[in-house]
């Protein structure tokens, strides 16, 4: 009798351990928080901005891919924590943190990239957020708009004076995906297990950067090719840290 | 009491499996599908589409089927994808160059035949789109085509019990989403294959061409084949053929997609099976015959730069040549396809 009830007793023991180990949870968890922002300035709807030409611009939209998130290790090597696809949203809060979830609690900086990776250009219909029906797909010439910033100018010589950045391209000369490091200034260990990174997106680099874009000249960017790849650049570098927690 | 422990733990024992089996059916509610088979015509080459991604079923080839006659797809419900391809034209628009689109407006381009689709790596006349299942997008988002929103069609599909239904029974539950969507309308065009017309069936040693349709064949093996190459009857390549800009239209064809002005002019060499249905021809419908085609290239081509060489300083044919090669055109015309009852509107009996 005693043997029946140890094989039943195994039996469950197993059932449960089963259940539990395929909810491992990592022990950490990792929160990156999105600042939109133009000039410093918290991005609202509807406002009007300046950017470095004295070019008044009223924000309408803007938003772009994060994906390939890594964290860098002491060592410097770096771990790839999350192969998910998010679009940030200024118009979704909810859209502007990501958790995810690590195991490591000690590192020295972030790696992610910006925009939508070749192989997800080339292999017809993707789901969530890469959904085409999300408006960041272009159908006429297969391909992710990797980020969108819109407005409207009096500056802009486009119809109703429209300032349209639609940036998109994966093919050789006209990749606009941009690995993004931001390097943390120590090693950070943390006590509790929520590691929180602040990080500001500063939409006022798309048009003073690298490339000098002004919105009289260029208003509207429509398709793959070399403005495309000027704003890409240039957004390249519209992430810093705003702090670490 | 021993009775009770074995109660008990063989209770628990239960318990924990049917949560497992809870979970499980979340992933597969007895979902299950009747697979259809894609046959590759003899002779044919390997298709390019991956249908591991996408593999071909009834419920979705069903599904697809009603999307692609349901007028609801586009904004005010007047333009289903069979308005503009028509089954009896071989899936083009008949005898028109451009096709109607929303409000009153036109096409820029002539709509192609739809068949042997999986054998296509790029689409539209630019190759712009770069996987079959992307295709229906553009239509159904063009201003001067369906004309409507993506989340627009979702919900309309959503909101409709039999579409839920039926997504279901392609896909395993309710969610509608792009994905699922387009995948069903590529598994109904993919099914689209003609591969019965007099030609294949003189491939095959069931029919003998007469002597006006060998002469033309042997015609078109020397004069045509280099860009209309056989199984399919195009290389799939892009190519300038000499014929200027509409300015109206101002269409410069592939370089759109490539920037590139080496591609200036460049469209896709259209495969010639049904092409005695899929009048008017060209990428802009210019021409309303096949002699008018024949005749472009042995007086018409207006040589640029780019122009192909194997047509810019204009080809030689015979107006006896013209005859012959019309005759073994007319053979790649296959009647039963535009027949085949699986392909019409589910909604309609014949």
């Known amino acids: ?245 | 009491m021993k009775k009770i422990i074995i109660i008990l733990s063989s209770c628990i024992f239960l318990a924990a499996l049917l949560v497992d089996a809870g979970r499980m059916k979340l992933v597969s509610p007895g979902f299950k599908t009747t697979l259809l088979s894609f046959n590759i015509p003899p002779g044919w080459p390997q298709p390019v589409y991956d249908f591991k991604s996408n593999p071909l079923t009834k419920e979705g080839f069903e599904l697809g089927r009603k999307l692609f006659y349901d007028g609801r797809l586009s904004k005010d419900g007047n333009f289903s994808c069979a308005s503009c391809h028509q089954q009896f034209a071989a899936f083009a628009t008949y005898d028109h160059n451009f096709s109607h689109g929303f409000d009153n407006t036109l096409t820029s381009r002539n709509a192609p035949g739809l068949f042997n689709l999986a054998w296509q790596k790029e689409f539209m006349y630019d190759g712009g789109i770069n996987h079959l299942d992307l295709q229906p997008l553009a239509p159904m988002t063009a201003k001067n085509e369906m004309a409507e929103t993506l989340q627009n069609v979702l919900d309309k599909l959503k909101s409709d019990k039999d579409y839920r239904k039926m997504f279901k029974a392609a896909f395993g539950d309710e969610t509608v989403n792009t994905q699922r969507m387009t995948r069903a309308i590529s598994q109904f065009v993919l099914m689209l294959v003609s591969s019965n017309s007099k030609y294949d069936k003189m491939k095959r040693g069931e029919a003998e061409f007469n002597l006006p349709e060998s002469l033309g064949y042997e015609i078109f093996k020397q004069k045509c084949v280099s860009c209309h190459q056989e199984p399919l009857f195009t290389d799939f390549s892009y190519r300038n053929v000499g014929l200027p800009a509409d300015a109206t239209i101002n269409d410069f064809g592939r370089m759109k997609i490539t920037s590139d002005p080496a591609d200036s002019l460049k469209f896709k060499v259209p495969g010639l099976r049904n092409v005695q249905l899929t009048f008017p021809y060209e990428h802009d419908g210019r021409f309303q015959s096949v002699i008018q085609v024949m005749e472009h290239y042995r007086s018409g081509v207006i040589a640029s730069a780019q122009t192909d060489p194997l047509v810019r300083n204009k080809m030689k044919i015979s107006n006896y040549e013209i005859g012959q090669l019309i005759a073994f055109l007319n053979t790649l015309t296959d009647s039963s396809f535009i027949k085949d009852p699986r392909f019409a509107d589910p909604g309609m009996r014949r």
């Not at chain 1, 950017?51 to 939209?61: D, P, Q, T, V």
């Not at chain 1, 940030?88 to 609690?105: C, H, Y």
């Not at chain 1, 292999?123 to 992710?144: E, K």
């Not at chain 1, 941009?178 to 939409?203: C, K, M, P, Y």
Request: hydrophobic share 40%; glycine share 8%; proline share 1%.
């Open chain 1, 1 to 245: 009798m005693k043997k029946i009830i140890i094989i039943l007793l195994s039996g469950f023991l197993f059932t449960s351990f089963h259940h539990s180990s395929r909810f491992v949870k990592a022990k950490h968890k990792l929160q990156l928080v999105f600042h939109n922002q133009f000039s410093g300035k918290e991005m609202i709807a509807d406002s009007s901005y300046q950017n470095a030409f004295g070019e008044n611009f009223i924000l309408k939209g803007f938003r772009y891919y994060i994906s390939n998130i890594s964290v860098k290790e002491k060592n410097g090597r770096l771990h790839n924590i999350s192969a998910k696809y998010f679009l940030v949203d200024m118009a979704d809060d909810s859209s502007q943190t990501i958790e995810l979830a690590i195991d490591k609690k000690d590192f020295i900086g972030l790696q992610f990239m910006l925009g939508v990776d070749s192989l997800r250009n080339i292999s017809g219909t993707q789901t969530g957020v890469l959904d085409p029906a999300r408006g960041m797909f272009w159908t006429w010439n297969s391909g992710y708009i990797m980020a969108k910033l819109e407005g409207i100018s009096g500056d802009s010589k486009a119809n109703s004076h429209l300032v349209t950045y639609h940036v998109g391209g994966f093919k050789k000369d006209q990749q606009t995906n941009r690995v993004i490091n931001l390097n943390f200034i120590e090693s950070h260990e943390l006590a509790g297990n929520i590691f929180r990174v602040d990080i500001n997106a500063d939409a006022a680099a798309w048009f003073n950067g690298e490339h000098k874009i002004k919105i009289a000249e260029y208003p509207i960017c429509h398709s793959p090719g070399a403005l495309a790849v000027q704003l890409a650049d240039n957004y390249s570098k519209m992430f810093s840290l705003a702090g670490i927690r």
